[in-house]
């Protein structure tokens, strides 16, 4: 199976055509919010502060709606335009840029709590123009994105890297850049579930939290976005709301302060699709 | 582009360029959303914003309306003041219009609301 980036750089790829799919396939909408909602649940923000979070490659806008649901503000930066044609369409609350993460987030010291990508990083691994030189730009992009984020936040970014090297490649840029931490593997077992997340620590190096197991990938989450998107077999994916439940439950057993549930929890925005 | 992001935007992507910051504002059309207020959000940007660029910014585009020129001291429990500042940050948009880097005079144009930062090849 090809993967997209080998296909057309992504600011071509990402055409309307593309774009649609984000706001009319629900499968993709599911996978890329409940990716979203777990790389959330590792930024490790506390749970009863609004942040204002950077959501690098925010696309149309879907890893942004699960940060608004959770209460928290959003500066995206995207590289296509039709994706963020369809982003403003769907008036999310998140602010736009148009940007290249190759070329560094364009932002002052310390401006955001805590940053997130969800499913853009892998772009990064290719060589689109003459002038690209990965290595250089990944640390261009590791470096100015540390230098954006307040003392002690995090980022977290889901991506699919296409072998071991590009893991060491991308890690060894983000250490390089001043980051502690490394790549939390949920569902390690399961072809289908398994999702890496590079979990980035500014504040000193504490252990990387673990990853989910893959026992509770038998629910169904088809991870696997490479080819065409299957009909679902009979099985029930979780909605957000119940992830988020699900999500705040663990938090309280951990001892957590976690926000009561209110009916706006997980509530889908009406109207908007 | 919500006053917030041109607060926390900057132009030192560009090669040669230190600080790049403020971009400084040319709106041609500017609208004024509704937002939810949220007092502890606004609460905790005040100590991020850079006031001064924040109050500059609202003046250029004409809806300073009555925003403080310094933030009051005790502002976490001053909701009068909490409301302009939520106002100013993320109720005034600049729909289309211009950012100009300060040190390069580098023009960023602003479409339907989205700041177009991408670089050409000689800039990086
Ligand atoms: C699979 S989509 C995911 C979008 C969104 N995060 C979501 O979860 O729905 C990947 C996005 O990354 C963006 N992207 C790829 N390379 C990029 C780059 N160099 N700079 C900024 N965005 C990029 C693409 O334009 C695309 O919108």
Redesign the interface.
């Known amino acids: 199976m090809s993967r997209p980036e080998h296909l057309a750089p992504p600011e071509i790829f990402y055409n309307e055509n593309e774009a649609k799919k984000y706001t009319q396939n629900t499968r993709i909408m599911e996978i890329q919010e409940q990716m979203t909602a777990r790389a959330l649940e590792l930024l490790l923000l506390s749970d ?5 979070i950077l959501d690098i490659g925010c696309g149309s806008g879907l890893s942004g709606s699960v940060l608004e649901e959770n ?1 928290h ?1 959003w ?1 995206g ?1 995207d ?1 296509s ?1 039709a994706m ?2 369809v982003a ?1 369409d769907r008036e999310v ?1 998140g ?6 993460m190759g ?6 010291a ?4 805590g940053a997130i990508s969800i499913s853009a990083l892998q772009w990064l691994c290719n060589a689109d ?1 003459s ?1 690209h030189k990965p290595v250089k730009r990944l640390y261009k992009f590791f470096s ?1 994105l540390y230098a ?1 984020l ?1 003392r002690s936040a995090r980022a977290v970014l889901q991506f699919y890297p296409e072998n071991g090297e590009q893991m060491e490649l991308v890690t060894a840029q983000a250490m390089k850049a001043g980051f502690y931490g490394g790549i939390v593997v949920d569902y390690p077992n399961s072809t289908k579930a398994k999702k890496f997340f590079l979990v980035l620590m500014t504040g000193g190096n504490v252990p990387l939290p673990k990853g989910l197991d893959s026992e509770r990938s038998s629910e169904g989450i088809d991870y696997s976005r490479r080819g065409k998107i299957k009909p679902q077999r009979g099985q029930s994916l979780k909605s957000v709301k119940s992830w988020i439940q699900d999500k705040k439950e663990r938090r309280r057993k951990q001892g957590k302060n976690v926000r009561p549930d209110s009916k706006y929890t997980g509530r889908k925005r009406s109207g908007r699709f | ?2 006053l ?2 041109h607060n ?6 560009i090669r040669g360029v230190n600080v ?2 403020p971009l400084s504002i040319n709106a041609s059309d500017v609208r004024v959303a509704d ?1 939810d207020f ?1 007092p ?2 606004i609460s ?2 005040i100590p ?1 914003i ?1 006031w001064p660029v924040l109050y500059n910014a609202v003046e250029r585009l004409g809806h300073v309306e009555d925003l403080p020129k310094e933030t009051p001291v005790n502002y976490e429990s001053n909701e009068d003041f909490l409301k302009k500042a939520h106002h100013a940050l ?1 109720e005034v948009e600049i729909i289309h219009g211009e950012l100009v880097c300060p040190e390069s005079g580098r023009k960023f144009p602003i479409n ?8 050409n ?1 000689d800039e ?1």
């Open positions: 009863d502060i609004p942040s204002l209460g503000q500066v930066i590289i335009t963020l044609d403003q609350e602010d736009l840029l148009l940007a290249d070329q560094g987030c364009p932002f002052r310390g401006a955001f709590d123009k002038h100015t954006c307040s | 582009m919500k917030l992001t926390m935007l900057t132009s030192k992507c790049g910051y937002v949220n502890d959000f905790r940007m991020k850079d993320l339907n609301g989205i700041p177009n930062m991408l670089l090849e990086i």
